[in-house]
């Protein structure tokens, strides 16, 4: 029995951690779907214009990286299932093997019982005994043995029980990874028809050049104008700090109860601040990278890119004051709130709704980002994080 109890306990230790591994595999998969119908949905709007544009190009390069994760997945998912039709193979077979065991002790168990343990000889086999202390024992052994035999029967039940839903669910498990497979499989093929669409984009894209280095400029320019804002208000808040020092006579200005709880809070939901849009994905990164269609060419993000759907309003990520609202190169809004020592910026918005010095609360709503009739009706969100004068990259910041 000490066996089978060793036995039972690895197989549910086993099946609880590979359990938790395929939940969190699908769960994973059902977030990439997600994102996969959203990018698809933004693809299909921007169909709607006939144009090739380095929009449509950067989402179509999202779906790509998103399907070629979803496969990625899959893929360990199948490794998962795997491991656990080899494991459950082994068990039907290892059990198989004991109950054939189990079977045969207990014919032969009771073959024997039948041919020397009559009623008869269960009570002379008492009687014959020298003393009332062995008579005792033996009375006590013959029921030990009718309880052992009876556990045996059990204990064959308790395998042919459970050989059979070991069975049902090896076939379940080949079944799901057949399925797998067959997505795999579709997903495979969609991917390379979207790698296809990629290097035709590409082609087209490669000759606007002199267009994309003039939109570089004119973003590099904008990019310049949100920093030296946001220069200004740190010195701003610097100035402010070293006349309050002078007045309570300090040396330096420390940070008000307010502003230390509403920076540490901020701090302390590092990489679970909401999406500062309640639908959108990332299509261009925090940092300097390669431009994606000019050669040799980097181009340097504050922030993020966040492409969403037209009409789509920016939301505050966290609660603050909002330092500033101004108007950037090109004609749209930004908005900087100020959480402590931190600042979110959200900009290339119309409509804003609100103004210098409102208190927002988490999720409230800003202003609606603006949607770009000329290119293909692209709406993007640029959303940066900087603490003080240090930029900061918000895909570390808000929830995956």
């Not at 002379?124 to 006590?140: E, H, I, P, W």
């Not at 940092?287 to 890119?305: F, R, T």
């Not at 969403?308 to 190169?329: N, P």
């Amino acid at each position: 029995m000490k066996v089978f109890f060793l036995l039972s306990v690895f197989m549910l230790l086993t099946a609880f951690a590979q359990g938790q591994s395929l939940e969190e595999l699908r769960r994973k998969k059902e977030k990439t779907n997600e994102q996969i119908k959203y990018t698809t949905k933004l693809l299909e709007e921007a169909k709607k214009s006939e144009k090739q544009t380095l929009n449509k190009y950067k989402i179509l390069n999202k779906q790509i990286e998103l399907r070629t994760n979803l496969i990625t997945g899959i893929n360990s998912e199948v490794v998962v299932l795997a491991d656990f039709i080899d494991q459950n193979a082994w068990l039907v077979s290892s059990l198989n093997s004991d109950l054939e065991g189990l079977k045969k002790e207990y014919a032969n168990m009771i073959v024997f019982a039948q041919r020397n343990q009559t009623n008869y000889s269960k009570l002379l086999f008492v009687l014959s005994s020298n003393s009332f202390n062995q008579a005792y024992k033996r009375l006590m052994y013959l029921r030990q043995y009718t309880e052992y035999r009876k556990r045996q029967a059990e204990l064959i039940q308790w395998i042919r029980d459970l050989i059979q839903v070991k069975v049902g669910r090896l076939q379940q498990q080949r079944t799901e990874k057949e399925t797998l497979l067959q997505s795999k499989k579709r997903e495979a093929n969609q991917l390379n028809n979207e790698k296809k669409q990629q290097g035709q984009f590409l082609t087209t894209l490669q000759q606007k050049q002199k267009e994309f280095k003039k939109k570089l400029r004119e973003q590099q320019a904008i990019e310049a104008q949100l920093s030296n804002e946001i220069q200004k208000i740190i010195e701003e808040e610097v100035q402010k700090s070293k006349k309050k020092a002078r007045e309570t006579g300090k040396t330096s200005y420390e940070m008000t109860p307010e502003e230390k709880l509403a920076s540490g809070q901020f701090e302390q939901n590092k990489r679970r601040l909401p999406w500062p849009v309640e639908r959108g994905v990332i299509t261009d990164h925090f940092g300097v990278h390669e431009h994606p269609v000019l050669k040799n060419i980097q181009v340097k993000n504050n922030g993020v890119d966040i492409s969403t759907a037209q009409g789509t309003l920016a939301r505050s990520v966290f609660a603050g004051e909002v330092s500033k609202v101004f108007m950037v190169s090109g004609g749209n809004y930004a908005v900087i709130i100020r959480h402590g020592k931190y600042l979110t910026v959200y900009s290339n918005l119309v409509k804003v709704q609100v103004k210098s010095g409102d208190k927002v609360s988490f999720k409230q709503s800003l202003g609606t980002i603006n949607t770009d009739s000329e290119d293909d009706n692209k709406t993007v969100l640029k959303f940066q994080i900087w603490k003080e004068n240090v930029k900061q990259n918000p895909e570390d910041w808000i929830t995956r």
